[in-house]
């Protein structure tokens, strides 16, 4: 490598380093906890990619005054920490959870109409945590 090249890679690792900004990689910004990813019913099935300790929310169709509901099948413990639970009528609509450490795994809820003997709806959501 040329004297040139290398101290052009000094300065980049020193911005990485220093500066909080990877101009390795473009990513700009402090480096944080990661974003949340949000899920919901048309997200069915696919694979997400997470990072430890990033949030997760998941919003299903769940309808109080109809009676329809959403309730989790598979909590994943080990690998997802349950933050918070959808309130029966109004608050915040979904769940949350945090990743707790790197591993594989299938979220799993199931909706249908309460009292009823009608179809189960199931959603999944397949989640690898590095």
């Known amino acids: 490598m040329s004297r040139w090249k290398a101290g052009v890679f000094a300065v980049l690792l020193a911005c990485n380093a220093v500066l909080g900004i990877d101009v390795l990689t473009r990513e700009e910004g402090p480096r944080g906890p990661p974003a949340r990813i949000a899920l919901q019913s ?26 329809y509901r959403c309730g989790l099948r598979d909590p994943l413990p080990g690998l997802l920490s349950l933050e918070q639970v959808p309130p029966r009528v109004g608050g915040t609509p979904g769940w949350i ?15 249908r109409q309460e009292l009823s003997d009608g179809p189960m709806r199931e959603f999944q959501f397949h989640l690898q945590i590095d």
């Open 42 to 67: 048309t997200d069915d099935g696919r694979q997400v990619r997470l990072r430890r300790g990033q949030e997760v929310t998941v919003a299903l169709p769940a309808l109080s005054a109809s009676g």
């Open 97 to 111: 959870f945090r990743t707790l450490q790197p591993g594989r795994g299938v979220l799993r809820f199931e909706c």
